[in-house]
């Protein structure tokens, strides 16, 4: 076990420094010039002069390789350089707007988790009863309604027309409710529709045919299901949960939530590269991480994982 | 074909079918079909009621949201079609060359691959979109650039079940040229399952661009997009939430069209098929 653990760890590191390079190459092959851009904002004009200047204070003078380097060096001692708009450091700037989208991620997981396992089993215990064709009529369309469509008209409801929630903003417990439900509402589909299938395949597995005829009760038969069916979900759910944190850009731009997506996408019309930059590693190495933990998971659970490597 | 029978017998699928072609040719003959200028601005009508000039009203400035809609197809619907049939391309060349020659190629490809597909999607678009700027361009080059890699990794495990067939051996022997045998022979089979991936997906895809539109990254006003339609609506939600409703209903009916049609496409080919490899993806 310690050396399957110990193999996955090696083997994401090429993977990182993969990613590190390639944020920093899109930021560079950009058809906007940095130190442009760094004096626009600050409505400078630029001359050619004061681009010179600022190229050698951003260090845009040094060659490509080197200046990698030395972004990498930083980056991991935490160091993304200064937003061109604040002037902040670009850390400040992301731990200030990380706790915000943390809530509304992890809340949203919990929701997405106990109502997604609930109705999934249910399904597929009660497989092509009333019951299910509505929930699989509602998968049907939750997949497809866009999720900002979704969040307008949630806004709408219970925001405008009966003014329980706040359409905006975050101030209190009661304003966090529309984006969870609208983000939550995205995933659930999915993973009812995941848990079900999985756990209707796994029926059919010889093992199941055992319990059957040692005679268990259909209550012990399904949870034997459940749980060699909870694998399959546990990986897409590593791999949910980089995905839900990147899905809160839409929502929080809808509900105005101070969180990371909100200012990325602010970034991005401000062309504020390091902010830009340091979202793109945070998200990357978040994703890389999450499914590390997921296989190391999964592993400890199913003795088959770990001896097949 | 074995193939066709069973999806023709889908009831369902053919009707998504013939809903997506409908839709598609409406946007094509848009210019001929709409009542008005999908751009022009008539401020004495504005938030018309339904009528027969204005069959689904008119918005905050006067335009006819029907002309909108329809010149709206072309924009999402087959801005869509070209980023998948773009992704496509890329990923069945490259997915071919890297299954097919093996070695370094093979190597250098897949490991590029790796570390892109290491990006959730999602973010992958918003840092190419971050990077070039926002506009339609950058959106559909985001797009194809956040899905190659996936269909390259795929089209590569296909070719890698047919490399090793006995009629690909025989062209091997025969002398055919590897570019002979990637075009005639591995091409047609793995098309199939290309095809399949590629229905799934282009629901995704409308979902991903009109979610740009939405946030002002992509589709910039006056062009009618949905997304930018329902960004509209947004602004004057308490006086006339109506609005919201002809753009949210279309991106709703494409994208179900599309999924239903992947799915019936993948039980045609596969009726036994695997439905979590799908769904996990």
Request: glycine fraction near 8%; include cysteine; aromatic fraction near 10%.
């Amino acid at each position: 076990m310690k050396r399957y653990i110990l193999q996955r760890f090696l083997a994401i590191v090429p993977i990182l420094i993969g990613i590190s390079f390639f944020a920093f190459f899109l930021i560079n092959i950009g058809p906007s010039d940095p130190a442009e851009v760094a004096l626009r904002v600050n409505e400078t004009v630029a001359t050619p002069e004061a681009i010179a200047t600022m190229r050698r204070e951003l260090g845009l003078d040094k060659p490509f390789f080197i200046r990698y380097g030395t972004w990498l060096l930083n980056s991991l001692q935490g160091d993304f350089g200064n937003s061109y708009i604040t002037k902040q450091p670009v850390l400040n700037e992301m731990s200030k707007a990380f706790p915000a989208t943390l809530a509304l991620a992890s809340l949203s997981l919990l929701i997405t988790m106990g109502v997604s396992i609930f109705f999934g089993v249910w399904c597929a215990v009660h497989e092509g009863s009333v019951g299910d064709k509505i929930v699989r009529g509602f998968i049907f369309i939750g997949t497809a309604m866009p999720s900002f469509w979704v969040g307008l008209l949630l806004m709408w409801l219970f925001a405008v027309k009966f003014d329980l929630f706040p359409t905006s903003g975050m101030d209190g417990f009661h304003s966090i409710i529309l984006p969870v439900v609208t983000l939550s509402l995205t995933y659930i589909s999915t993973y009812i529709r995941l848990i079900r299938n999985t756990m209707i395949q796994n029926r059919q597995e010889n093992y199941v045919l055992y319990t059957k005829v040692r005679g268990l009760k259909e209550k012990t038969i399904t949870r034997h299901i459940f749980k060699n069916s909870l694998q399959a979900s546990l990986t897409a759910l590593g791999m949910s949960i980089p995905k839900l944190i990147a899905g809160t850009v839409i929502v929080e731009n809808i509900f105005a939530w101070p969180g990371i997506g909100r200012l990325c996408v602010t970034a991005i019309f401000n062309r504020d590269f390091p902010i830009i930059e340091a979202y793109i590693v945070m998200m990357a190495v978040l994703f890389v991480v999450c499914n590390l933990i997921m296989d190391i998971v999964c592993a400890l659970l199913d003795p088959r994982i770990r001896q097949g490597e | 074909m074995n193939f066709w029978k069973r999806l023709k017998s889908d009831r369902l699928a053919v009707l998504c079918m013939i809903l997506l072609l409908g839709v598609v040719l409406l946007g094509i003959f848009a210019p001929l079909i709409a009542p008005h200028d999908p751009l022009e601005p008539n401020i004495k009508f504005k938030f018309a009621d339904n009528s027969l000039e204005y069959p689904l009203g008119t918005d905050q400035l006067g335009r006819c949201v029907l002309s909108r809609l329809l010149y709206g197809i072309k924009t999402t619907v087959v801005l869509s079609l070209l980023t998948m049939g773009a992704t496509l391309f890329i990923g069945t060349f490259l997915g071919i060359i890297a299954g097919f020659s093996r070695g370094k190629v093979d190597e250098a490809i897949m490991r590029l691959c790796d570390v892109l597909l290491s990006f959730p999607s999602e973010v992958m678009i918003l840092a190419i979109v971050g990077m070039l700027g926002p506009g339609l361009t950058n959106v559909v080059i985001a797009n194809i650039a956040a899905k190659w890699a996936w269909y390259t990794r795929m089209i590569r495990s296909l070719v890698m079940e047919y490399r090793d067939k006995n009629y690909i051996r025989f062209a091997k022997v025969a002398g055919c040229s590897s570019s002979h045998i990637m075009r005639k022979h591995l091409l047609p089979g793995v098309l199939g399952d290309v095809i399949v991936l590629a229905t799934l997906d282009t629901g995704w895809v409308i979902l991903t661009i009109s979610s740009l539109s939405f946030l002002g990254l992509g589709v910039q006003a006056p062009t009618p997009e949905w997304g930018m339609m329902l960004s509209e609506a947004k602004n004057i939600m308490t006086t006339h939430p109506a609005q919201m409703l002809p753009p949210g209903i279309a991106i709703m009916v494409v994208v179900a069209a599309f999924n239903f049609l992947g799915d019936s496409i993948r039980d045609a080919l596969d009726p036994k098929g695997d439905q979590t490899k799908a769904v996990v993806k």
